[in-house]
């Protein structure tokens, strides 16, 4: 059998600013004139102990001051794209917040340019096809995710859909109903992260109003099994991030986590790292990770590794070519 970090698999859960490693930090904090409140990388790793996804995002804004040019976008994504294709990823389906930028003063048309830039030559310098998808921040406005939308109209061929991730509880899917139908309307794809921290109810509005096609985590569907017939009836598919949940303690430790009760209950899971250079690993290391910690056999691997093309925005050729 390959080694579980080297089986070709697709990711469907990555943020691209969760892939900023501290050495990657402190170099665009030196060519941007930005001033860390670490000293070193070893400090600033020893700040990456969370109590829950709140203090996890406290951390991940502020180190995103560090990224100021569509160059430092374009650099943090062929980072990740390098060490994702050495970890057995064909495909990625990439997460980017714009809101987190362009509170900062910078433009979405450079975070896009960048980021584009990257994913332009990905295929040939890596192997990995990739598409991208626009999060709204769901701890901000309803109005401010609609702003973002229309901000992204002249770039949107270079967006295949949209997301919903930051601060869960609190911010219901409902919240986001208008902007979600107008994103439908243009043609994007629907995704949006529930479950994570918020209850079952949030996974049901976001498949009900605003029509997602995969949830993001899923993990809390496991409390109410008439959900889990649902999600098994219509193939959902849940995009689930173990080291993630461990980290932001949603779960004491990874053999706890329910992944394989989940595939055992029939759910179309997959394994992703979500925010790898906080959470401790990239997918590779997450498949790892789940087989010597919930014993997965070889088949199961491989079913995570189908499932990941199967729940990608890929077509049926698209994903044969991919695998
Ligand atoms: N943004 C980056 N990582 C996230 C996560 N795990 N949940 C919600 N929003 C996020
Ligand atoms: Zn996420």
Known sequence: MHLPEAIPKAELHLHIEGTLEPELAFALAARNGVELPYADTEELR?????????????????????????????DLADAYLARAAAQGVRHAEIFFDPQAH?????????????LGRALDRSEERHGVSTQLIMCFLRDRSAESAMETLNAAEPYLHRIAGVGLDSAEVGHPPSKFAEVYAAAGALGLRKVAHAGEEGPPAY???????????????GLRAMEDPELVERLVRERVPLTLCPL?????????????????????????????SDDPAYFGGYVGDTFHAVHEALGLDPEQLRELARNSFLASFLDHDEERRAR
């Open 102 to 114: 362009t509170a900062r003063g910078v433009p979405i048309g450079t975070v896009i340019e960048g």
């Open 46 to 74: 020893r700040a990456y102990l969370f109590s829950d996804l709140q203090s996890f995002l406290d951390l991940y804004y502020e180190l995103m001051a560090v990224l100021h040019t569509a160059d430092d976008f374009a």
């Open 203 to 217: 996974i049901r509005e976001a498949l009900d109003v605003l029509g997602v096609e995969r949830i993001d985590h």
């Open 244 to 272: 993630s949940n461990v980290r932001l303690r949603a779960i004491d430790v990874l053999e706890d986590h329910p992944l394989k009760a989940m595939m055992e209950a029939g759910l179309l899971v997959t394994v992703n």
